[in-house]
């Protein structure tokens, strides 16, 4: 195809990475559902090996559907590249671990999907990497964390489940003044809402398994890299970042910046981080998500259209104390939301009941197109109790830290008639002041 | 590798990719220059290949590029003159030459200069005069990473180069971007876009450096290249009796199409007496 200029988003969703499959003609994406590629020669293989010839190997490390999906990705988000993970968790287990290890230390938002926050506070500690929370809207917090074993920043585009909408620029610059990457998690907005690495952050990763795939069919994440972190640089000013500066013996003495100027975080994430810890993604997962990105522009246009129109319902009910969406002037991210995100504040949001626990259960269980599910970013809208359920390893005083009330109930919008989804909300709001 | 480089403005640290192995003077060698706004980064699939296949591979970041110290320099001539002291440098008596783009006439007039000590030429993405428009000058004075962007779009025929480089998984738009991107940032005061591209388009002597030329030269030229089109190498390629190679790609040929490249290159330097 030459002569491009520089392509939409709506035509990168659908074309990035991919091309009609040249041994068969096929216009769709293979899956290509192998653990392993035929080496042409013994040299080849060595080749391959070594790095001195591109391809795949074993699937694991590398695979051609997954290559689509981790292309798209990265076209999308305006980065270098990409690595598809086995879920999103595995995603920012492998961000950490490429460049942290025991000592490291971590400076996160505290308003982190719980299992996140999990991951950080209880198992990394474990293997000795430390994290500091801090609430993702003081600045100070975040600057007074930072310590010379500090690894990177981290938070939410919009934090789960507040909306907490993360200040990037500001934080991007901190990190950056104190030699740092700033890595966001960028599934709630997508990259059709928000593209982070356009306001500073360096790294980023997605839950593919919310709007991207956007069926609720598959678990998946990937990895994604502006390539714009100097990590030489940084290395240079501030001894951080070996990992990726200095001769690495586990994958024949290579420096991979040196490899790489800008794709040196990507090397070492693929292989060691895959190679290593095998949380790699299943080729037929890759295509669904494949499958979802294609028609991700219409459905976050559509979702956003839907949120909003749930939104102005539930604010002007008698039966709602409070709904946390940041296009509602009420909330207290509301100035940032309209700078960062003109396209709208996504389709995932909480609002607090007025009345009993009791009440709070009656209304879940009146709910007949709601499903009553541990998920987001799925076609059907779905419903959820935080702290019983996704947070409910955080005790009270931490569920308060991030932002959580015991009558808190989070909502997933999808794609079904907005008139429907007030009706069906309208009857359980009823059912619960009954009660 | 890191080595002491005499220049026009002085003694400068050269910094040069060796492909993985420590570079073997005795070995021959292979000098890769890469283009504007561009570093060593984008040959390494070929050095290493190189290096391990019995050469001493010598890719250097171009003085004010990269990991190189000292202002870049402003001309071809200048640059050429360069490479011959870093190859000095590192003590290669004779070496073949492998550019791209602006590189290729960096290899260019250093292969005009010393006919016996360069074995072999070999012109990635080439054309002579490698004009630049107005409108690009214009538009990179103004707005250099939007010029950027131009540059990046049209060095590229393809959303789906693969298998990728230098692995899957890396969208080739993307990456160039961020390099192109992270070199003009790395020279702050100056526009190193326009330094790079103004070194390209007053570039005048390469038909007499190319009567000059003594060793075996082959022209590898992307099909669909929108930044130096084929039909514009036709006066060069007969001054220098080269071989062409045309391959299915644009501008950026080493990282849309890697494994062809390296095939072409490995030909082109199979013939030449090293």
Redesign the interface.
């Known amino acids: 195809m030459p002569g491009y200029g520089n392509p939409g988003f709506d035509t990168l969703a659908l074309h990035a990475g991919a091309a009609p499959d040249p041994a068969t003609g096929a216009r769709a994406v293979p899956i290509h559902l192998t653990t392993s590629f035929v080496f042409e020669s013994s040299e080849h293989a060595a080749s391959l090996f070594n790095m001195e010839r591109s391809g795949h190997v074993y699937s694991r490390i590398s695979n051609p559907t997954n290559a689509v999906l981790e292309e798209r990705v990265a076209a999308l988000e305006d980065g270098s590249g990409a690595v598809a993970t086995a879920s999103g968790q595995a995603a920012l287990h492998l961000a950490i671990a490429t460049i942290a290890g025991a000592g490291s230390h971590i400076v996160a938002s505290s308003a982190l999907y719980g299992g996140s926050h999990n991951l950080l506070h209880f198992t990394l500690s474990r293997f000795g990497i430390e994290t500091t929370f801090v609430k993702p809207g003081d600045v100070d917090a975040w600057r007074a964390a930072i310590r010379p074993e500090t690894k990177m920043l981290f938070g939410e585009t919009l934090g789960n489940p507040g909306l907490d909408v993360l200040d990037i620029p500001t934080l991007a610059a901190l990190a950056h003044d104190h030699d740092l990457p700033l890595l966001v998690d960028s599934t709630f907005t997508t990259p059709w809402l928000m593209k982070p690495f356009d306001h500073g952050a360096d790294l980023l990763y997605h839950s593919a398994t919310k709007f991207l795939s956007g069926h609720g069919t598959v678990i998946g994440g990937v990895l994604v890299d502006s390539g714009r972190f100097d990590w030489d640089a940084a290395t240079r000013r501030s001894g951080r970042f070996t990992e990726l500066t200095r001769a690495y013996e586990g994958f024949h003495g290579m420096v991979f910046s040196e490899e790489s100027t800008v794709g040196a975080f990507l090397l070492r994430a693929r292989r060691e981080g895959l190679r290593d810890f095998g949380a790699s993604m299943s080729p037929h997962t890759a295509w669904l998500i494949l499958q979802g990105l294609e028609t991700l522009p219409l459905r976050m246009a559509r979702h956003v259209e839907n949120a909003r129109k749930v939104v102005a319902f539930l604010a002007a009910h008698e039966m709602v104390a409070s709904v946390g969406y940041p296009e509602l002037e009420t909330h207290p991210d509301h100035a940032l939301a309209k700078r960062l995100l003109p396209r709208g504040c996504g389709s995932i949001f909480s609002f607090d009941l007025r009345g009993s626990r009791a009440q709070g259960r009656t209304f879940i269980e009146a709910l007949r197109i709601f499903s009553h599910l541990a998920n987001v970013g799925d076609c059907r809208s779905l419903v959820i109790h935080p702290a019983s359920t996704t947070h409910f390893r955080m005790d009270d005083a931490a569920l308060a830290r991030a932002g959580i009330g015991p009558g808190t109930i989070r909502l997933s919008i999808g794609l079904e008639d907005a008139d429907d989804l007030i009706d069906d909300l309208k009857r359980a709001l009823k059912a619960a002041a009954k009660r | 590798m890191r080595l002491e480089v005499d220049g026009p403005q002085g003694r400068h640290e050269a910094y040069a990719?060796t492909g993985?192995k420590p570079f073997d003077a005795t070995l021959p060698t292979v000098a890769f220059v890469h283009g504007a706004l561009h570093?060593?980064?984008v040959w390494?699939?070929l050095a290493?290949?190189f290096a391990?296949h019995g050469h001493a591979v010598l890719a250097p970041d171009l003085p004010g590029h990269?990991?190189s110290a000292g202002a870049p320099l402003a001309s071809v001539e200048a640059l050429g003159d360069w490479l011959l002291a870093l190859l000095s440098a590192a003590g290669a008596a004779r070496a073949a030459l492998v550019g791209h783009s602006m590189g290729s006439l960096i290899a260019l007039e250093a292969a005009s200069h010393t006919p016996r000590q360069a074995t072999a030429l070999v012109m990635i993405g080439t054309a002579y005069p490698m004009s630049v428009s107005k409108a690009l000058f214009d538009s990179a004075r103004g707005d250099a990473l939007a010029a950027i962007?131009s540059v990046?779009?049209f060095s590229?025929?393809?959303?789906?180069g693969?298998?990728?480089?230098?692995?899957?998984?890396?969208?080739l738009?993307?990456?160039n971007?961020?390099?192109m991107?992270?070199m003009q940032a790395g020279q702050p005061g100056r526009n190193l876009f326009v330094d790079d591209f103004e070194v390209c388009n007053s570039y005048s002597a390469g038909l007499e450096a190319a009567s000059r030329v003594a060793c075996p030269t082959t022209f590898i030229l992307g099909e669909?290249d929108?930044m130096t089109s084929p039909r514009q190498t036709a006066d060069l390629a007969r001054a220098l009796r080269a071989s062409t190679i045309v391959l299915p790609c644009?501008h950026a040929l080493m990282t849309e199409a890697?494994?062809a490249v390296?095939m072409a290159v490995r030909g082109a330097l199979e013939g030449a007496v090293v």
Request: without cysteine; hydrophobic residues 25%.
């Open positions: 990719y993985g570093d060593h980064s390494t699939l290493r290949w391990h990269g990991r962007d990046n779009a590229h025929s393809t959303l789906a693969k298998p990728s480089y230098p692995g899957p998984g890396m969208w738009h993307g990456s971007r961020a390099l991107r992270r669909r929108q644009g890697p494994d390296l």
